[in-house]
Protein backbone atom coordinates (compact mmCIF):
# COMPACT_ATOMS: atom_id res chain seq x y z
CA UNK A 1 0.00 0.00 0.00
CA UNK A 2 3.08 2.24 1.21
CA UNK A 3 4.28 1.62 -2.40
CA UNK A 4 1.79 2.63 -4.46
CA UNK A 5 0.96 5.98 -3.09
CA UNK A 6 4.65 6.69 -3.53
CA UNK A 7 4.15 5.48 -6.92
CA UNK A 8 1.68 7.96 -7.10
CA UNK A 9 3.24 10.64 -6.07
CA UNK A 10 6.67 10.61 -7.88
CA UNK A 11 3.99 10.03 -11.02
CA UNK A 12 2.18 13.41 -10.10
CA UNK A 13 5.60 15.29 -9.24
CA UNK A 14 7.11 14.45 -12.88
CA UNK A 15 3.99 15.49 -14.16
CA UNK A 16 3.88 19.07 -12.28
CA UNK A 17 7.69 19.31 -13.17
CA UNK A 18 7.14 18.50 -16.93
CA UNK A 19 4.29 21.13 -16.73
CA UNK A 20 6.76 23.71 -15.47
CA UNK A 21 9.48 22.91 -17.93
CA UNK A 22 7.04 23.58 -20.59
CA UNK A 23 5.53 26.47 -19.49
CA UNK A 24 9.10 27.88 -19.14
CA UNK A 25 10.43 26.79 -22.91
CA UNK A 26 6.84 28.23 -24.17
CA UNK A 27 7.95 31.57 -22.34
CA UNK A 28 11.54 31.44 -23.48
CA UNK A 29 10.32 30.95 -27.34
CA UNK A 30 7.82 33.59 -26.94
CA UNK A 31 10.43 36.27 -25.79
CA UNK A 32 13.14 35.41 -28.72
CA UNK A 33 10.41 36.46 -31.21
CA UNK A 34 9.40 39.50 -29.42
CA UNK A 35 12.94 40.15 -29.94
CA UNK A 36 13.28 39.67 -33.03
CA UNK A 37 10.45 41.30 -33.61
CA UNK A 38 11.68 44.43 -31.66
CA UNK A 39 15.24 44.20 -33.89
CA UNK A 40 13.61 44.22 -36.96
CA UNK A 41 11.21 47.05 -36.29
CA UNK A 42 13.96 49.16 -35.04
CA UNK A 43 15.72 48.09 -38.22
CA UNK A 44 12.93 49.50 -40.27
CA UNK A 45 12.49 52.75 -38.33
CA UNK A 46 16.35 53.15 -38.56
CA UNK A 47 15.93 52.82 -42.17
CA UNK A 48 13.11 55.25 -43.12
CA UNK A 49 15.28 57.47 -41.50
CA UNK A 50 18.32 56.92 -43.43
CA UNK A 51 16.00 57.40 -46.29
CA UNK A 52 14.42 60.62 -44.76
CA UNK A 53 18.06 62.32 -44.36
CA UNK A 54 18.94 61.47 -48.06
CA UNK A 55 16.20 62.56 -49.10
CA UNK A 56 16.40 65.73 -47.60
CA UNK A 57 20.33 65.97 -48.38
CA UNK A 58 18.85 65.13 -52.26
CA UNK A 59 21.63 62.31 -52.41
CA UNK A 60 20.87 59.41 -54.69
CA UNK A 61 19.66 56.26 -52.98
CA UNK A 62 21.85 53.73 -55.37
CA UNK A 63 20.08 50.47 -54.47
CA UNK A 64 16.64 49.79 -53.82
CA UNK A 65 17.26 47.46 -51.18
CA UNK A 66 18.43 49.11 -48.15
CA UNK A 67 19.67 47.16 -44.63
CA UNK A 68 17.52 44.16 -46.07
CA UNK A 69 14.14 45.84 -46.63
CA UNK A 70 12.59 46.39 -50.29
CA UNK A 71 12.16 50.23 -50.91
CA UNK A 72 8.63 51.46 -52.48
CA UNK A 73 7.65 54.71 -52.44
CA UNK A 74 4.17 55.72 -52.77
CA UNK A 75 2.85 59.25 -52.82
CA UNK A 76 4.19 60.99 -49.86
CA UNK A 77 5.24 57.48 -48.60
CA UNK A 78 7.99 54.97 -47.81
CA UNK A 79 6.86 51.31 -47.49
CA UNK A 80 9.61 48.83 -46.85
CA UNK A 81 9.19 45.24 -47.16
CA UNK A 82 10.46 42.74 -45.69
CA UNK A 83 10.20 38.86 -45.57
CA UNK A 84 5.72 39.62 -46.24
CA UNK A 85 5.68 42.15 -43.64
CA UNK A 86 5.18 45.83 -44.86
CA UNK A 87 6.44 48.75 -43.03
CA UNK A 88 5.04 52.12 -43.99
CA UNK A 89 5.79 55.54 -42.70
CA UNK A 90 3.80 58.68 -44.08
CA UNK A 91 5.91 61.89 -44.89
CA UNK A 92 4.33 64.96 -43.18
CA UNK A 93 4.80 68.70 -43.95
CA UNK A 94 7.22 69.72 -46.94
CA UNK A 95 10.61 70.14 -46.75
CA UNK A 96 12.48 73.37 -44.90
Known amino acids: MKRGFLLLDAVVGMCILCTV ?3 A ?3 VKNQRKIVERLYITDL ?3 TVV ?3 V ?3 TSSKIDK ?3 NGFELVRNDGKIVLKFNNQLF ?3 V ?3 QR
Do not use: T
Open 21 to 23: VGI
Open 92 to 94: EGG
Open 88 to 90: QYE
Open 64 to 66: EIL
Open 25 to 27: FSW
Open 50 to 52: NVL
Open 44 to 46: AHR
Open 54 to 56: RNL
